[in-house]
């Protein structure tokens, strides 16, 4: 069974830096691309970055380009993004999923990051 | 970006009527080479991660019920809700997978 599990959420202050982290289990970790999606609470979704499978080539949304990396662990089954000078606007939900075939097949449980001071 | 425009925003449907959400790309979500449309329908529920019902417009995803089904093709899509259920309560968006970014419609809210 495909898991992914979230971990690394919490409350910083608005410039600051937060490392998310999704554990991977149930599939050859390296052999798909995976990305962060995140959603305000009550509101929609936005998708943040992909990576693929070695972790060679990532792509960002616009509104988070230069402030977010996304990298991977293939070892340890684990996808990271690291999040730096962080604003208001990025508080929400962080949800990692894994592309199947190009669509979203599974998604984590996702980590509440909120940034305020 | 390719921008998702879903409607209506919410609909209230009886148990057991059929509920429809349509979905509007601003560009083909068509990519001829294979005949795929890279269109995907989610269903959300409070608390929960998003779950995928159908892909490429029209695959229904393994162990969803056969009352969800897919249609449309380049631009306009619709979810179809044979016969509501209580269960299917939830936020559906549509989301497209054709290019970077990925983009999602803002959600359409289904109520009994």
């Known amino acids: 069974e495909v898991q992914l599990v979230e971990s690394g959420g919490g409350l910083v202050q608005p410039g600051g830096s937060l490392r998310l982290s999704c554990a991977a289990s149930g599939f050859i970790f390296s052999s798909y691309l995976m990305h962060w999606v995140r959603q305000v609470p009550g509101k929609g979704l936005v998708w943040v970055s992909r990576i693929n499978g070695d972790g060679t080539i990532t792509t960002y949304a616009d509104s988070v380009k230069g402030r977010f990396t996304v990298s991977r662990d293939n070892a340890k089954n684990t996808l990271y993004l690291q999040m730096n000078s962080l604003r208001a606007e990025d508080t929400a939900v962080y949800y990692c999923?894994?592309?199947?075939?190009?669509?979203?097949?599974?998604w984590g449980q996702g980590a509440l990051v909120t940034v305020s001071s | 970006d390719i921008v998702m425009t879903q409607s209506p925003d919410s609909l209230a449907v009886s148990l057991g009527e059929r509920a429809t959400i349509n979905c509007k790309s601003s560009?083909?979500?068509?990519?001829?080479?294979?005949?795929?449309?890279?269109l995907a329908w989610f269903q959300q529920k409070p608390g929960q991660p998003p779950k995928l019902l159908i892909y490429w417009a029209s695959n229904r995803e393994s162990g969803v019920p056969d009352r969800f089904s897919g249609s449309g093709s380049g631009t306009d899509f619709t979810l179809t809700i044979s016969s509501l259920q209580a269960e299917d309560v939830a936020i559906y968006y549509c989301?497209?997978?054709?290019?970077?970014?990925?983009?999602f419609g803002g959600g359409t809210t289904v109520e009994i």
């Open positions: 560009q083909s979500v068509l990519y001829k080479p294979n005949s795929k449309n890279y």
């Open positions: 999923a894994r592309e199947f075939y190009n669509d979203l097949r599974n």
């Open positions: 989301q497209q997978y054709y290019t970077t970014p990925l983009t």
